[in-house]
């Protein structure tokens, strides 16, 4: 069965230290592995879309990385508007879902 | 539309009411998704439309739940004889097609009380 495991649940940094989310996956077959920012009351918003093993993507502070087995989510001196839950999906070749994770909640105190 | 739109944004329903909830997806988008998230939860998948047809429905939890997109476009999600476990956020999202990035809306928060 497919599955997304993040971990922490939740992260507590200061604001300037920088630190990686954990994204791993089990899907048949990856055909795209998503990160998304989630702010409370509001939908998810889309940063990167992961297609092979090796590639990396960057958005201001962020880079997201995939291995053929996890991905992650570095965050460089984190700012408090960083704050946020950050989601990752993973979509396989066995069918059309999109299996999304628990999410890791991260707060940037200032 | 410039992004998903999904209405009403909020919705308070009796114990066995029926609801619809709809969503716009992007202008062009053949894919849509329907998908529930429950509180410090991960969105969980409902239902996958390809054009006007429900190409994959295994996420639906029961029979009380049905989605139609009839037009190949707006989407509708139907819940009937609604339960208090029912209560959660109902997320859109749309695509170019399945290989593709999905977008999603803001929600459709529903409280069943």
């Known amino acids: 069965e497919d599955q997304v495991t993040q971990s922490p649940e939740a992260l507590r940094l200061q604001e300037g230290e920088s630190s990686s989310l954990n994204c791993s996956y089990t899907v048949s077959g990856l055909r795209g592995l998503f990160w998304y920012r989630q702010d409370p009351g509001k939908g998810p918003e889309f940063l990167f879309t992961l297609y092979s093993a090796g590639e990396e993507k960057e958005k201001e502070r962020l880079k997201a990385t995939l291995t053929k087995k996890e991905s992650f989510l570095h965050i460089t001196a984190p700012k408090p508007e960083d704050s946020a839950t950050y989601l990752c999906a993973a979509a396989g070749n066995r069918d059309d879902k999109i299996i999304f994770g628990k999410g890791t909640r991260l707060h940037i105190l200032p | 539309g410039a992004g998903v739109s999904q209405t009403p944004s909020n919705k308070v329903t009796e114990k066995g009411k029926y609801v619809e909830l709809r969503c716009d997806p992007i202008s062009g988008h053949t894919a849509l998704y329907w998908y529930r998230q429950s509180l410090g939860q991960g969105p969980e998948f409902l239902i996958y439309?390809?054009?006007?047809?429900?190409?994959?429905d295994s996420g639906l939890p029961n029979d009380r739940f049905f989605a139609v997109r009839p037009e190949g476009s707006v989407s509708t999600l139907k819940i009937q004889r609604t339960e208090r476990g029912d209560s959660a956020v109902y997320l859109c999202a749309s695509s170019l097609d399945r290989r593709n990035t999905i977008y999603f809306g803001e929600g459709s928060w529903l409280t069943v009380v």
């Open positions: 439309f390809q054009g006007t047809g429900a190409a994959d």
